[in-house]
């Protein structure tokens, strides 16, 4: 009897464990610099792979993010990004960083989502208020207002925002646990996506007016990341 439970509980560990994974899939050797021709190459983990030895020290190198960002956009806010794209040597690796600049009184990171990392923010400069949503049925808010220096997660795949509260520019620096995490809108997704959701879905959705609908549909801006 003894045996068939342990057999049981090996089963169901060995059916849970694909979904166990919380970040990207652990590298098996010690780099796999990303390149995008495939020639003399091997494809791991969504890039080639270039030959280790011939890897050099700007495939780990980024320069920049010192330089303050232009925040003249609808939402006051520039993302810049540095992960697999802007540096090569991430690919396998698990981790890359952002840097966020926020325009004074009111520059928003609106509610976005990654869906494949969770976030550690660290406030350099300004005032922030961020929180993020809990996944449903409770849908609860978790708030809190940042100085510099102060340190904020985001968990994985829940929507979450930064906006400052601060007469003042701001800028805050993201790690993330993914070489690409990916980031979804939900503005843009909802009401910019390409072709357009049906109109009709969105006003049962929302409880909107059809009018209200078309116009966000008209309206909605492109994140720079």
């Known amino acids: 009897m003894k045996s068939a439970h342990f057999i049981q509980a090996l089963s169901i560990l060995a059916l849970a464990?694909?979904?166990?994974?919380?970040?990207?899939?652990?590298?098996?050797?010690?780099?796999?610099?990303?390149?995008?021709?495939?020639?003399?190459?091997v494809f791991v983990n969504g890039k080639f792979c270039r030959d280790p030895k011939l890897a050099k020290a700007d495939d780990f190198y980024y320069s920049g993010l010192n330089v303050p960002r232009?925040?003249?956009?609808?939402?006051?806010?520039?993302?810049?990004?540095?992960?697999?794209?802007?540096?090569?040597?991430?690919?396998?690796?698990?981790?890359?960083?952002?840097?966020?600049?926020?325009?004074?009184?009111?520059?928003?990171?609106?509610?976005?989502?990654?869906?494949?990392?969770?976030?550690?923010?660290?406030?350099?400069?300004?005032?922030?208020y961020v929180?993020?949503?809990?996944?449903?049925?409770?849908?609860?808010?978790?708030?809190?207002?940042?100085?510099?220096?102060?340190?904020?997660?985001?968990?994985?795949?829940?929507?979450?925002?930064?906006?400052?509260?601060?007469?003042?520019?701001?800028?805050?620096?993201?790690?993330?646990?993914?070489q690409n995490p990916g980031v979804i809108t939900i503005a843009n997704a909802v009401f910019g996506s390409n072709p357009p959701i049906n109109p009709d879905l969105l006003v049962k959705a929302f409880q909107l007016d059809k009018n209200v609908v078309k116009n966000l549909q008209s309206n909605f801006w492109w994140p720079n990341n």
Do not use: M, W
Request: aromatic share 8%; hydrophobic share 40%.
């Open 131 to 178: 929180g993020f949503v809990t996944s449903n049925t409770d849908n609860r808010l978790i708030t809190k207002v940042l100085y510099p220096g102060d340190v904020f997660v985001f968990p994985q795949g829940l929507v979450h925002f930064q906006f400052n509260v601060g007469n003042t520019n701001a800028v805050a620096f993201a790690g993330l646990s993914s």
């Open 70 to 128: 232009n925040t003249s956009n609808p939402v006051g806010s520039t993302v810049t990004p540095v992960n697999v794209a802007q540096i090569p040597g991430l690919n396998t690796l698990g981790i890359s960083l952002a840097r966020i600049d926020f325009a004074p009184n009111g520059g928003l990171n609106p509610p976005h989502t990654h869906p494949r990392a969770t976030e550690i923010l660290l406030v350099v400069e300004g005032t922030l």
């Open 17 to 41: 464990s694909p979904f166990a994974y919380a970040s990207d899939p652990s590298p098996l050797q010690d780099f796999c610099v990303a390149i995008n021709d495939p020639k003399d190459g």
